[in-house]
């Protein structure tokens, strides 16, 4: 392989066998899919789109990109790829810290799993040899526990350990991957199917020094490096110290999102709380901040760790993230901070998806409200959510029917309404009739509803890189697009979503082509993301997702008028969906063989190329 920044070396895994192989990249895939998310995505496909998530066929893709350890600014990125047990689609799911760059310095790209233990085991990597030991005496234990036990047995200094926690090994269809800065890979239930290989942790011994990838045209690209750093350093919400993300994390969007009338509460029936401000960015930076991490070379720093000093909710955890806050908040019609931070170190220590959990909450709590069902819990009630947390990451009891997710549980109860679902993953914590083409971007997700395919948000409430009306349904499907084509670049060059705030296209072109020594435009940048957009939905296509009705969002969005600051506003999906297909190319959601063949993603006999 001649590309600058990969190591060439992909760690291959079969968990039945019990046995560790190894293989170069091959170079063309990389150069066409780039790496992380897009080259994830292309080896669950060879893998085949028809296998059952939770089983021994499914393969688990441990990602890093062309970038990830190096100096680039955000590249401390690393990409988990499967076909999720949440959503029966093609999944990725992203994680923070320092794993990924220790998983590069140790001389290792990616490591795909394949098979099912008969016992629990964890990967230890170490100079580029990976080992599989038996995990036996640590299956059971919660993620810090598990932390714990291995910086006592490998020492402190340059170790990352990414576990799953209880909910993972009792396959909780939302359970999450954590590492030992408290980041989580949090959507798609990729601990789940973690869990049901026996998969306990990876566990990686790597320092920086000398082992940081090297660039294919090093005088460019500390160039390159150099104006994307002055990009973030410059940026209004980028800026250390000085921006909203540095000064707030991401819970500055709290009182933002609820003041126009977009944050979904008490299960979306409202989008607008009053209360919503005791758990906002600023309250916590008031009343609970106690530090601000960051991850591999990150000047902002949007990891905001906060302590409750005492009383039953005491805990010290890194942190109230935006869409946590919302999702076990006003979602819930919770408005004590310190509460919500006690739920988050729970999700932590059984490694359970936070937003997911809300939803779990507030599906429940409506339902109890309707009469729907019997089982208890009222809006705001902290200290049976906080046991309900526990009954889900050990499926215990009712906690055990929420475990599979709440569109599964409401489908159950004979109330689907009731779930605020795309593809069966529920939205995050911006309510798509108070901003209409985040609306289309949940729809339209390959990977269920999600904010983080493509930001509209930036655009549309903060005006990046151009403000359009956030209630004004025509033109989304191409401002969707844009956001979609190049957060696909960035999730497999593996660099921080947050850099969009600050660069363009052009950056990534210059750092990537730098890097790896393939000259990239900012055109060229696009049409890579383009492809990789339409891979995921080819393999979603090929799953059995091919009607328009999989492309839509709840009723309640699209018929019960919003409130607040945007009262009246329903979800302009009819509009909207129409543009998107036409500009995309697709026939009612289809990728049709044409544009697969005009993205190079299948030959003339339509045969993956």
Known sequence: MNLGGFK?????????????????????????YIGGRGLGVKYVLDNGPEVEPLSAENALCIMTGPVTGSRSSMSGRLCVVTKSPLTGTVTDSHIGGWTAARLKWAGVDNIIFTGKSDKPVYLYIEDGKAEIR??????????RTFIKAM???????????????????????FASFINEHDRAAGRGGTAAVAGYKKLKAIV??????????????????????????KAILDGGLTAPNKGGLSVYGTNVLTNLINEVGALPT??????????????????????????NNTCHACPVGCKIEVEVKDGKYKTRVESIEFESAWSLGSNCLLSDAEAISYMIDRCNEYGLDTIELGHAFSVTMEAYEKGIISEELVWGDADSMIELTRKIAYREGFGGVLAEGPARATALWGAPELSMSVKGQSIPAYDPRGIQGIGLGYATSNRGACHLRGYTVASEIAGIPEPTDRLQPEGKGELLKVFQDMLAFSDSMN?????SFSENAEHYAEQYSAMTGVQLTADDVMKAGERIYNLERYYNNLAGFNQRDDD?????????????????????????????YQVRGWK????PEEKLRELGIIDPENQLA
């Open 204 to 229: 990686i011994k790597a320092a920086q020094k000398g082992n940081m990838p090297v660039p294919k045209l090093d005088g460019d690209y500390k160039e390159a490096n150099k104006k994307a750093v």
């Open 151 to 173: 910086k006592d047995q490998y020492g402190e200094s340059d170790l990352s350990v990414m576990t799953i926690g209880q909910a993972g090994e009792n396959t909780v269809r």
């Open 134 to 143: 038996d995990a036996s005496d640590y299956w059971g234990t919660s993620t």
């Open 588 to 591: 009612d959601g289809l990728v």
């Open 495 to 499: 660099i921080c979503k947050f850099s």
């Open 266 to 291: 008490k299960n979306s029936q409202l989008t607008h709380w009053d209360e919503a401000e005791k758990h906002s960015g600023e309250y916590v930076n008031t009343h609970l901040r106690v530090a």
């Open 8 to 32: 060439n070396k992909e760690v291959l895994v079969d968990l039945t066998e019990g046995t560790v192989g190894y293989r170069s990249i091959n170079e063309e895939d990389a150069k066409k």
């Open 552 to 580: 839509f969002l709840p009723k309640r969005f699209t018929e019960e008028p919003a409130s607040g600051n945007s009262a009246g506003a329903v979800s302009r999906m009819d509009i909207m969906l129409e543009e998107y």
